[in-house]
C-alpha cells in the first residue's frame, strides 16, 4: 500500500470475509472485466450489495500502485484483490465515497465511474431506436455533462452488434481494458460517464465484435472535433466560446428568396496558401477570401466539402467526421468564425455535404461494430466500384438519422445559408454505373433506390420544416422528375438542382472550333427546353476543371487572344441566361492549368491585362446581375424570357430578352460567337424607344477589341422576331453585349 499508508484515517477491520477477498480467485465474468474481454462491467464493478447488509466497492485501475476510498472524510484502503490493478474493500452504505488513485505518475482523485446509473433516459434511449436525428445529435458522440450532480463527460455510441465496447483515450492511457462501456440493449447504443471534465483530450472507441475478434480502434462518427489528419483521434469537444454577430444576416435570409444568386465555389485548402505552403486557417480565410468575394461581386461562397476526411486527394469527397469541420484550418470555432466574418462581409455560405458515400478507412464507419452497420453487407448495393467507397443504408432508421442529423447539425451549429448534396444521381439508382448482374432490382424489380428516395424526402422535409430559408442543392445528372418539387407532390423536395445538363451542351459548343459551331447550334439552346422544369443553377464546377479536361481559358479554341474573348462571351451568355450562377475559383481569372489540390490559383496571371481583364468582367457581371433585376426575379418562370434569335445558326448569334415579373425593365442578351464582325445586325425588341448597351465584352477594359455600339441606339420601326421594332446592331466579335430599353 505504498504511498497511501500514511494516510489512512480509518480503515474497515480485516475480518475473515475481508480477507478472503484478498486471496479467493477472481470469478469468472470479474476476470474477464479485468483482461479487457466482454463482460458486464457495471455487474462487476463499483458498489455491490454483500448480502449482510454491506456493500462491496470494486475498483479495475490498471497500474495502480494503491487506491483508496475517500467517505466523509475518511480515508479507506482498499485490498489488491489482483496484480494487473482490481482493487476492493467493504462499505457499510453504497453512496458517498470518491477514489484516491496511486498511480506511478502522482496521486489522482476522482469518481468511481461505476457507481453511477444510467446516462440516456428511457425516452431518449426509444428515440434513438426510432432513428430520431435530433435524439442522435444529443446523445451520441462526447459531451460536458453532469450526471447525479457531477461534473464529467458522457460516451455514447451505436454499436449493436458489438459484445464489448470501450472508449480509450489520452485520459487512459488508451489502454482498451479501463473504461468498458454499458450497452443499452433497446437501442444497441453503448454509453458511460467519466466523471471528469475532458474537453480537448483525444479519444476513440475500442470495440470488440460479435465473435470476439478485436477491431481497429474507430473514431467516433458524431465527433465534434478530429485531429489533423493524418491522425484520425477524436476530440473531446470543450465549450464553443464564439459569440455570433450575424443576426442581421440571419433575419434577413428569408427576405433575399428572390435576389440575385451568384456563387464562387472554393476548395479551401488550395485558393491560397500560407508563405510556407500550408493551407489557411479559417481566420486567414476570412481576412482575404471574404474581401475577395464581396468585391467582386458573388452573393455566396460554396465550400467544397469541409466535413473531416482521411485523404486530401479526395478534396473532402470522402468524409468520416460528419460532424466535425475538418481541423486542417483549425478547431470548429474557427469555422464559425469564418461564416460568421462572410455572413458580416454580406456574402453567404454554402457547404458540400456528402451523404452517398464514405470510405473504407480501417478507424471509420466501414464494418463498425464488425457488421455491415452503415453501408449494406452486399457488395451489389453496398459498394460504389467507381469510386472505391461504400454506400450508405438508407433503409436502417439509425443510418438515416444519422445523416439527417449531421445534416441539420451543420445548418445550426454553424448558421449555413445552404447545403449541396454530392453525387444525387449515385443515390437514386440501384443500378447507377453497374452492369448488369451486378446490381439489386428493387421490391417492384425496377432500377430506382427507393429507400434512398424517401431518405431524400425525409432530409428535405426535415430542414424545410425548421430553415425554410436554408437551400439545398441535389448535385443530380440525370432526367430524374421533381428534384425541386415539393415532397407533397411526389418531388423530392430540394431547393434547386445543378444544370448539368445545360453545363455539358454549352461547354461542348464553346469548345469547337467558330467554323464548326454553325452546325451544333443547339447545344446552347436545347437548355431553353427544360430551363423551367426545375429550379436550376448554372455550375460551372470544380469537376469541369480536373482530370485532364483542362482548365475553362484552356478549352477555348484559338490563339490567346481569341481563347480569352471566347471565355467572355460564355461568361456573358451565362450570366445573362436563366438559372443561378456557379463559377469555380480560378475561372474568374482564366486559370489555364486545370485544377489540382497540391496547388493554389495562378495569381500571378493578374499581372497579365488579359487576365486581369477577365477578372473585371466577372466583377462587372456580378455587379449588373444585381443592379438588373430582369436577369433574376423570373429565373424560373417561362414569362421571364423571350427568344429573340435563336436559330441563327450560320452566324452563331444567339439573343434573348429577359423580363422582370413586373413588367417593367427588360435586357437583351445578343452574343456572337464567330471572329466576325456583323454591322447592321438586326434583332427584334419589345420596346421602342433608346436602348443603352450596359455591357460589351469585347471592351478593351476586359482585353477586348473595343468594337460596339458607342453606348446607346435607338430602335427603327421595322419590324423582328415578331416585334414592330427592331435594334441594328454591330455584334462585336466573339463577344456578348446585354441592352437595357431606358424607355
Given amino acids: 500500500?505504498?504511498?497511501?499508508?500514511?494516510?489512512?484515517?480509518?480503515?474497515?477491520?480485516?475480518?475473515?470475509?475481508?480477507?478472503?477477498?484478498?486471496?479467493?480467485?477472481?470469478?469468472?465474468?470479474?476476470?474477464?472485466?479485468?483482461?479487457?474481454?466482454?463482460?458486464?462491467?457495471?455487474?462487476?464493478?463499483?458498489?455491490?450489495?454483500?448480502?449482510?447488509?454491506?456493500?462491496?466497492?470494486?475498483?479495475?485501475?490498471?497500474?495502480?500502485?494503491?487506491?483508496?476510498?475517500?467517505?466523509?472524510?475518511?480515508?479507506?484502503?482498499?485490498?489488491?484483490?489482483?496484480?494487473?490493478?482490481?482493487?476492493?474493500?467493504?462499505?457499510?452504505?453504497?453512496?458517498?465515497?470518491?477514489?484516491?488513485?496511486?498511480?506511478?505518475?502522482?496521486?489522482?482523485?476522482?469518481?468511481?465511474?461505476?457507481?453511477?446509473?444510467?446516462?440516456?433516459?428511457?425516452?431518449?434511449?426509444q428515440a434513438l431506436a426510432q432513428g430520431d436525428p435530433d435524439a442522435i445529435r444529443s446523445a451520441l458522440g462526447a459531451h460536458a455533462a453532469v450526471h447525479e450532480g457531477v461534473t464529467g463527460t458522457r460516451f455514447a455510441v451505436w454499436a449493436p452488434n458489438a459484445r464489448r465496447v470501450a472508449v480509450v483515450g489520452d485520459f487512459n492511457g488508451w489502454d482498451a481494458r479501463r473504461h468498458p462501456m454499458r450497452l443499452r440493449h433497446d437501442a444497441g447504443v453503448w454509453e458511460l460517464f467519466l466523471p471528469q471534465p475532458l474537453g480537448g483530450q483525444r479519444y476513440k472507441y475500442a470495440i470488440t465484435s460479435a465473435d470476439g475478434a478485436t477491431l481497429p480502434q474507430k473514431a467516433d462518427p458524431l465527433a465534434r472535433c478530429t485531429e489533423a489528419p493524418p491522425a484520425t483521434a477524436s476530440i473531446v469537444p470543450v465549450a464553443a466560446s464564439h459569440v455570433w454577430h450575424d443576426a442581421a444576416w440571419m433575419a434577413g435570409r428569408a427576405a433575399r428568396g428572390d435576389a440575385p444568386v451568384s456563387v464562387y465555389e472554393v476548395h479551401a485548402a488550395s485558393w491560397r496558401r500560407a508563405d510556407d505552403g500550408s493551407p489557411l486557417d479559417w481566420d486567414a480565410l476570412a481576412a482575404t477570401l471574404v474581401p475577395y468575394v464581396r468585391d467582386l461581386g458573388f452573393t455566396h461562397v460554396e465550400l467544397l466539402p469541409v466535413s473531416e476526411?482521411?485523404?486530401?486527394?479526395?478534396?473532402?469527397?470522402?468524409?468520416?467526421?460528419?460532424?466535425?469541420?475538418?481541423?486542417?484550418?483549425?478547431?470548429?470555432?474557427?469555422?464559425?468564425?469564418?461564416?460568421?466574418?462572410?455572413?458580416?462581409?454580406?456574402?453567404?455560405?454554402?457547404?458540400?455535404?456528402?451523404?452517398?458515400?464514405?470510405?473504407?478507412?480501417?478507424?471509420?464507419?466501414?464494418?463498425?461494430?464488425?457488421?455491415?452497420?452503415?453501408?449494406?453487407?452486399?457488395?451489389?448495393?453496398?459498394?460504389?466500384?467507381?469510386?472505391?467507397?461504400?454506400?450508405?443504408?438508407?433503409?436502417?432508421?439509425?443510418?438515416?438519422?444519422?445523416?439527417?442529423?449531421?445534416?441539420?447539425?451543420?445548418?445550426?451549429?454553424?448558421?449555413?445559408?445552404?447545403?449541396?448534396?454530392?453525387?444525387?444521381?449515385?443515390?437514386?439508382?440501384?443500378?447507377?454505373?453497374?452492369?448488369?448482374?451486378?446490381?439489386?432490382?428493387n421490391e417492384h424489380g425496377g432500377r430506382e433506390n427507393l429507400q434512398a428516395v424517401a431518405f431524400l424526402r425525409r432530409l428535405n422535409d426535415a430542414i424545410r420544416s425548421r430553415h425554410p430559408d436554408v437551400w439545398v442543392m441535389a448535385e443530380e445528372s440525370t432526367a430524374w422528375p421533381g428534384v425541386t418539387a415539393p415532397t407533397g407532390d411526389g418531388g423530392l423536395g430540394f431547393t434547386h438542382k445543378w444544370n448539368m445538363g445545360w453545363m455539358h451542351d454549352t461547354l461542348q459548343y464553346m469548345q469547337r472550333d467558330p467554323v464548326h459551331r454553325a452546325h451544333h447550334h443547339s447545344e446552347m439552346t436545347f437548355g431553353m427546353v427544360y430551363a423551367f422544369s426545375e429550379r436550376f443553377v448554372l455550375p460551372l464546377s470544380h469537376d469541369e476543371v480536373v482530370h485532364g479536361k483542362g482548365s475553362l481559358l484552356s478549352k477555348m479554341p484559338g490563339d490567346v487572344w481569341r481563347q480569352h474573348a471566347n471565355l467572355r462571351a460564355y461568361y456573358g451568355f451565362m450570366w445573362a441566361h436563366p438559372g443561378r450562377k456557379l463559377l469555380f475559383m480560378g475561372g474568374e481569372i482564366g486559370q489555364r492549368r486545370e485544377w489540382s489540390h497540391d496547388h493554389t490559383v495562378d495569381w500571378h496571371l493578374l499581372d497579365d491585362l488579359l487576365h486581369a481583364g477577365l477578372q473585371r468582367l466577372v466583377g462587372d457581371l456580378n455587379r449588373l446581375l444585381r443592379a438588373h433585376p430582369a436577369l433574376y426575379v423570373a429565373d424560373d418562370a417561362p414569362e421571364g424570357f423571350d427568344w429573340s434569335v435563336g436559330d441563327d445558326h450560320a452566324n452563331s448569334v444567339?439573343?434573348?430578352?429577359?423580363?422582370?415579373?413586373?413588367?417593367?425593365?427588360?435586357?437583351?442578351?445578343?452574343?456572337?460567337?464567330?471572329?466576325?464582325?456583323?454591322?447592321?445586325?438586326r434583332v427584334g425588341v419589345p420596346r421602342a424607344g433608346g436602348w443603352r448597351e450596359i455591357l460589351n465584352t469585347d471592351s478593351a477594359f476586359y482585353g477586348g477589341s473595343n468594337v460596339g455600339n458607342g453606348g446607346r441606339l435607338q430602335t427603327s420601326a421595322e419590324s423582328m422576331h415578331g416585334h414592330a421594332q427592331s435594334l441594328h446592331l454591330t455584334l462585336p466579335p466573339l463577344a456578348t453585349l446585354w441592352l437595357e430599353c431606358e424607355d
Fill in 309 to 441: 476526411h482521411p485523404f486530401g486527394g479526395s478534396w473532402g469527397y470522402q468524409p468520416i467526421g460528419l460532424y466535425a469541420p475538418t481541423a486542417r484550418h483549425g478547431d470548429p470555432d474557427g469555422f464559425a468564425r469564418f461564416v460568421d466574418a462572410c455572413h458580416r462581409g454580406g456574402v453567404g455560405v454554402i457547404v458540400d455535404w456528402v451523404g452517398a458515400h464514405f470510405p473504407d478507412d480501417a478507424h471509420g464507419l466501414q464494418r463498425f461494430d464488425g457488421t455491415a452497420l452503415y453501408e449494406h453487407a452486399d457488395p451489389r448495393e453496398g459498394l460504389h466500384r467507381d469510386w472505391n467507397t461504400l454506400i450508405y443504408n438508407y433503409g436502417r432508421n439509425e443510418v438515416a438519422g444519422y445523416l439527417i442529423g449531421s445534416a441539420l447539425e451543420w445548418i445550426e451549429r454553424f448558421h449555413l445559408d445552404g447545403l449541396r448534396v454530392d453525387a444525387v444521381a449515385s443515390m437514386l439508382y440501384r443500378d447507377y454505373s453497374r452492369g448488369d448482374g451486378e446490381w439489386v432490382p
Fill in 1 to 125: 500500500m505504498d504511498g497511501l499508508d500514511d494516510r489512512v484515517a480509518h480503515m474497515i477491520p480485516d475480518d475473515g470475509a475481508q480477507a478472503d477477498t484478498r486471496h479467493a480467485p477472481l470469478a469468472p465474468a470479474l476476470a474477464d472485466v479485468l483482461d479487457g474481454l466482454p463482460g458486464d462491467a457495471f455487474a462487476c464493478l463499483g458498489p455491490h450489495p454483500t448480502g449482510d447488509g454491506r456493500w462491496r466497492v470494486t475498483v479495475m485501475a490498471h497500474g495502480a500502485r494503491a487506491v483508496a476510498l475517500l467517505v466523509d472524510g475518511d480515508t479507506i484502503a482498499m485490498h489488491a484483490r489482483d496484480r494487473r490493478g482490481l482493487f476492493d474493500a467493504l462499505l457499510p452504505a453504497p453512496g458517498g465515497y470518491r477514489l484516491r488513485i496511486d498511480w506511478p505518475g502522482g496521486t489522482q482523485d476522482t469518481e468511481d465511474p461505476y457507481r453511477f446509473g444510467t446516462v440516456l433516459d428511457p425516452a431518449t434511449v
Fill in 654 to 681: 444567339f439573343a434573348f430578352v429577359r423580363h422582370d415579373r413586373a413588367g417593367g425593365r427588360v435586357v437583351l442578351a445578343v452574343s456572337n460567337m464567330t471572329p466576325q464582325v456583323h454591322h447592321g445586325y
